[in-house]
């Protein structure tokens, strides 16, 4: 099978010395495999070269896949010397991520030798259609992440109880996920009971559990420069009848939602099979999209948004989360992470979602 480089070549414009210029920490790691803060990756028609500074250079030599690695003192000296060498004519920059700044100053470089920098969203196009179909040795990395997420989620349950705060939870969860091998969390964990519930993406706070409380805990880790990304919702002490029946609302979408998803389907399909359940019997409460793709970033294509037209191809990697958030009192959310297979679906999460009551 190609490399990442050897398909990003493919979809290259076939026009002769045409050449794109990768900038953003993401996407440099998706082609290299190497993490690092400062770098970018020239891809030609006949290779890539990962042009980097001293501080990366040696461990980039011993561990950047797919490319030649160069160290730079100025890099746009180096990228010009480069682009010389390698007959380029026009460059494809990164038209969402770059800095009005940062792309000023590439133009100029270009033009000085030149080349015609090309500021539209085809490089863009290019990278994203290759990262919204993950390879199997990329969704194995998913995989491994999310079991690391699955380990922190059954910790956890012995460790919550009336009296530690929110935030005491999010700490614990995040200590868990390193010791057991990840390089981080995959975002800011979020951890929020009762009456904060509410708040989808809220912060964790000095709030302590009570009695009554959902917990609704969405954590990911981060390993191999992998995502994953879970949420559950479980309660403490007891359960009111409304609390019992909004959870099951919330599960009965996100069950019908997981039955939808498969290949060939169109993304807002999945999202409407969610919605529809959630809209019949609280309204106006599930204020944000179903899902998300996940990969070497947090949040990528597609979407399970009622505005995504995408048809789901093995391969992708997407999130099903629908939630029901009521404002001054509390919120369910129940998410999962499935790849796209030939034949239908991989949920890739294992933690049990019926209503666990702590
Ligand atoms: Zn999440
Ligand atoms: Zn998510």
């Known amino acids: 099978m190609k490399n990442v480089v ?14 794109a210029l990768v900038t953003s920490g993401s996407n440099r790691r998706y082609l290299t495999g190497f993490p690092s ?39 746009s000296e180096t990228l010009q010397k480069l682009m010389k060498e390698q007959h380029v004519k026009s460059l494809l920059l990164e038209y969402s991520t770059l800095t009005l700044a940062q792309a000023g100053d590439l133009e100029k470089a270009c033009e000085a030798v030149g080349v015609h920098a090309i ?7 290019i990278l994203r259609t290759l990262r919204i179909i993950k390879t199997p040795e990329e969704i194995q990395k998913i995989r491994d992440s999310q079991a690391i997420t699955d380990a922190s989620f059954e910790y956890i349950l012995s460790r919550i109880h009336p009296g530690v705060t929110e ?21 800011d964990l979020i951890v929020v009971s009762g009456k904060n519930g509410s708040q989808c993406h809220g912060v964790p706070s000095e709030k302590t559990i009570e009695n009554g409380d ?8 981060l390993l191999g420069g992998y995502h994953s990304d879970m949420t559950r919702t479980v309660a403490v002490g007891s359960v009111t009848e409304k609390q019992r029946r909004v959870y ?27 919605r529809d359940i959630i809209e019949k019997d609280y309204p106006g409460t599930f204020g944000h999209s179903t899902g998300h793709g996940v990969g070497v ?34 919120g369910v959310r129940i998410e999962d992470m499935i790849a796209i297979t030939a034949s239908g679906t991989e949920n890739l999460t294992h933690s049990p979602k019926e209503l666990i009551i702590l």
């Not at 959902?214 to 880790?221: Q, S």
């Not at 099951?248 to 969610?274: N, R, W």
């Not at 597609?302 to 009521?326: H, K, N, Q, W």
């Open 248 to 274: 099951q609302t919330v599960l009965d979408a996100q069950l019908a939602a997981l039955a939808a998803a498969g290949p060939g389907v169109v993304c807002s399909k999945v999202d409407k099979a969610a």
């Open 6 to 19: 050897e398909r990003m070549t493919d979809l290259l414009p076939e026009e002769d010395g045409c050449a």
């Open 214 to 221: 959902f917990v609704t805990m969405d954590i990911g880790a």
């Open 167 to 187: 935030r005491e939870i999010a700490l614990d969860i995040e200590f868990f996920m390193r010791r057991n091998g990840a390089e981080g969390v995959a975002f």
């Open 119 to 125: 500021k539209d969203e085809s490089l863009d196009t």
């Open 297 to 330: 970033e947090i949040h990528e294509w597609p979407r399970f948004a009622v505005s995504d037209p995408t048809v789901l191809l093995p391969g992708m990697v997407v999130t099903v989360e629908p939630g029901i958030y009521l404002a001054g009192e509390f």
């Open 37 to 75: 803060s400062a770098g970018m990756v020239l891809v030609t028609k006949n290779g890539a070269w990962f042009m980097t500074d001293f501080r990366y250079f040696e461990a980039a030599q011993l561990k950047a896949k797919n490319c030649h690695v160069v160290m730079y003192t100025r890099a």
